[in-house]
């Protein structure tokens, strides 16, 4: 019985770990991407303009945008150089 008691415990302590640490990244990301958003608008640039200087498509630029995408460094600095930008810059 107590071996059941402290099995469900550990699983609803890991489950909450586990939910702040997607928590996170789902902050940072969304974060990324507000950033990535502002610069943009600052600019006067559409997504497409962005996805064009970039060689990125449209669709993803507005999932970075929205936060649904984890971007790989590459394509930040792909993102930063058409935005005329440092990397540390985009960054939250």
């Known amino acids: ?4 008691v402290c099995r469900l415990i550990l699983d609803k302590c890991y489950n909450k770990v586990k939910y702040k640490k997607e ?3 789902t902050d ?3 974060l990324l991407g507000l950033k990535i958003k502002e610069i943009r608008q600052k600019r006067r ?6 996805s064009f200087e970039s060689e990125l498509h449209r669709t993803y630029i507005s999932d970075i945008e929205r936060g649904n995408r984890n971007v790989s460094i590459k394509n930040i600095e792909k993102i930063a150089k ?6 540390k810059e985009l960054m939250p």
Do not use: C, G
């Open 45 to 50: 640039m559409s997504q497409e303009e962005l």
């Open 1 to 4: 019985m107590s071996l059941i």
């Open 82 to 87: 058409a935005l005329k930008v440092s990397i």
């Open 28 to 30: 940072i990301r969304k």
């Open 23 to 25: 928590h996170k990244m």
